[in-house]
T-cell receptor, first 116, second 113 residues
């Protein structure tokens, strides 16, 4: 049982380049999330999805886009990367509404992105 | 402002010893409080989730307590092992129309042999 899988694990981009981060979960979870983790800051929510075909903005959505074409996949896109987007990106999933209900978030192991 | 503050920022203990990590929060309205363990280079893993009515919950050698009146929580680790070396993050879920998770910065624990 793989749980939540993120690809790639590492990536270096130059300013202005684009890329897509892929998240796949095999737990049939409805809710999926993209977070970024930076030193000295708690995890911050970028975008989330409450089901296939739906997406919504989180706390720090600017510069990112997402898509949830299939229930098991949640893609995070950077159209024009900036050095401020250097971070570790985590995908998470949960069966219920993770925020207000008692469903734990299941995280992938992250993508470490450096933008030069 | 909704905040989750953890102490200490870092802690070093010897293998086999116990330790207690603290979490104070000002999030309102409150839904639940979670503790996560994050190993270096890995994603966070859920340890416990406690609602308003629960004041203690255990997961193996990990025991979390919650005092919703004083808005304080603690995570007690018993008979520490080298594998307990990690960051422990307290997360408070805000209820209501603006539901969200408020993440603490974590306590970095090092267990030395």
């Amino acid at each position: 049982n793989a749980g939540v899988t993120q690809t790639p694990k590492f990536r270096v981009l130059k300013t202005g380049q684009s890329m897509t981060l892929l998240c796949a979960q095999d737990m049939n979870h409805e809710y999926m999330y993209w977070y970024r983790q930076d030193p000295g800051m708690g995890l911050r929510l970028i975008h989330y999805s409450v089901g296939e075909g739906t997406t919504a903005k989180g706390e720090v959505p600017d510069g990112y886009n997402v898509s949830r074409l299939k229930k098991q996949n949640f893609l995070l896109g950077l159209e024009s990367a900036a050095p401020s987007q250097t971070s570790v990106y985590f995908c998470a999933s949960t069966q219920g509404a993770g925020s207000s209900y008692n469903s734990p978030l299941h995280f992938g192991n992250g993508t470490r992105l450096t933008v030069t | 402002k909704n905040q989750v503050e953890q102490s200490p920022q870092s802690l070093i203990i010897l293998e086999g010893k116990n330790c207690t990590l603290q979490c104070n929060y000002t999030v309102s309205p409150f839904s639940n409080l979670r503790w996560y363990k994050q190993d270096t280079g890995r994603g966070p893993v859920s340890l416990t989730i406690m609602t308003f009515s629960e004041n203690t919950k255990s997961n193996g050698r990990y025991t979390a307590t919650l005092d919703a009146d004083t808005k304080q929580s603690s995570l007690h680790i018993t008979a520490s092992q080298l594998s307990d070396s990690a960051s422990y993050i307290c997360v408070v879920s805000k209820a209501g129309n603006n539901r969200k998770l408020i993440w603490g910065l974590g306590t970095s624990l090092a267990v030395n042999p």
